[in-house]
């Protein structure tokens, strides 16, 4: 049995399960994705629609739906808080991003997929309306997390 998927050369069981989300996006108003509202439901956002913030919601159902805890926190910034500390990304991790002001309780999460010199590749939830792919600086990374061992 893996207790820690970093020492393997296993895919982390969340990422086909966020993979195969790809293309799931927000409705126009007056109407509702049903499964962003089962996004929410793995948060404190139980019962909202499509047009609140969603990227921690689709972060805790991939881990939920992969039988790993997540924070239940519709909050990006809830998952520095998570799991443990990595000093560098690990494809699959948690990646917390800092939005407007290093201290604001703002943020962004996704899954790390890659990255270069400036950018980081994340794939996520609430990413241009929808579950993607997409660059973000480099230096807007405040944290990459894992789960904690089993």
């Not at 929808?130 to 904690?148: D, I, K, M, Q, T």
Request: net charge negative; glycine share 10%.
């Amino acid at each position: 049995m893996i207790t820690d998927i970093r020492d393997s050369a296993a895919e982390p069981v969340w990422m086909p399960l966020a993979i195969a989300e790809c293309g799931v996006r927000r409705f126009p108003v007056g109407e509702t994705n049903p499964r962003i509202v089962e996004y929410n439901d793995q948060t404190n956002l139980v019962g909202y629609d499509d047009k609140i913030s969603w990227c921690s919601s689709f972060i805790n159902w991939c881990l939920a739906g992969a039988g790993v805890r997540g924070t239940r926190s519709a909050l990006a910034r809830s998952w520095l808080d998570w799991g443990v500390a990595l000093d560098g990304p690990v494809y699959g991790c948690v990646t917390v991003l800092m939005r407007d002001d290093p201290t604001s309780w703002k943020g962004h999460v996704g899954f790390y997929l890659r990255h270069d010199e400036a950018f980081i590749y994340l794939l996520g939830g609430n990413q241009l309306d929808e579950v993607r792919e997409l660059a973000y600086p480099v230096a807007s990374v405040l944290g990459y997390r894992w789960p904690e061992p089993s």
